[in-house]
Structure formats: structure tokens, C-alpha cells
Nanobody
Framework: VQLQASGGGLVQPGGSLRLSCVASGFPFDYYAIGWFRQAPGKEREFVTAIEYNSDSTWPADSVRGRFFISRDSAKNTVYLQMNSLKPEDTAVYYC?????????????????WGQGTQVTVSS
């Protein structure tokens, strides 16, 4: 079982990045996929999630209208499109999988975690 997050990097304020989370070793469509982030010295924070077997998404208020999550089942991949990035979006971003999940904001609900990818928003 593996989740591989990628796509992070350095971007200027106002810019965009797309993160990818590739899943392997488990039935991808049976899992909700969530994105969380953790900045230095802060607790892990829920960003957004997409339900299992559905296109319903659940963004946090802090990213609503800027970050968009989507799923490509043929590629076992979930994407996080991040637009209008702000310095406060700087963090390590993690993807996680929750069996039969509905987009929980609680990290404890998720069964599998990826290794994280660094996003830095700075001029």
C-alpha cells in the first residue's frame, strides 16, 4: 500500500501549483482522499478532501475558491490544484486515504498516508 505525493516547489505569491497523489496497492475508488498540510511549528491542518465513489469535495474555509481537488480513477491519482497561493499556504502537503470515507477533516480517520511534498510560497 502506497501513496506518493509530488508536485511541490517554490512559487511566488499569487501563483499556482498542482500536486499529485498516486495510489497503489489498494482499491483506489473505495477510498476518500484528503489533503492535509503542516507548517513548521504548527499542527497538521485539513485542506480538502474528495469522497469515495463520488465527485463531492470538502474544502477548508481557508482554501475554498482557491484550491480544487479532483480524482482520475483510471490513473489512481488525485490532484490538488492550488491557485492564488499565499505565503501562509507554505507547508508540507500530505495526501491520505480513508476507506469508504466522506471527506473527514479528522486526520485520525485516514488509514494510509503519503510522504509529503514541500510547498513554499515566497517572493
Amino acid at each position: 500500500v502506497q501513496l506518493q505525493a509530488s508536485g511541490g516547489g517554490l512559487v511566488q505569491p499569487g501563483g499556482s501549483l498542482r500536486l499529485s497523489c498516486v495510489a497503489s496497492g489498494f482499491p483506489f475508488d473505495y477510498y476518500a482522499i484528503g489533503w492535509f498540510r503542516q507548517a513548521p511549528g504548527k499542527e497538521r491542518e485539513f485542506v480538502t478532501a474528495i469522497e469515495y465513489n463520488s465527485d463531492s469535495t470538502w474544502p477548508a474555509d481557508s482554501v475554498r475558491g482557491r484550491f480544487f481537488i479532483s480524482r482520475d480513477s483510471a490513473k489512481n491519482t488525485v490532484y490538488l490544484q492550488m491557485n492564488s497561493l499565499k505565503p501562509e499556504d507554505t507547508a508540507v502537503y500530505y495526501c491520505a486515504a480513508d476507506l469508504y470515507g466522506f471527506g473527514s477533516r479528522s486526520a485520525g480517520k485516514y488509514d494510509y498516508w503519503g510522504q509529503g511534498t514541500q510547498v513554499t510560497v515566497s517572493s
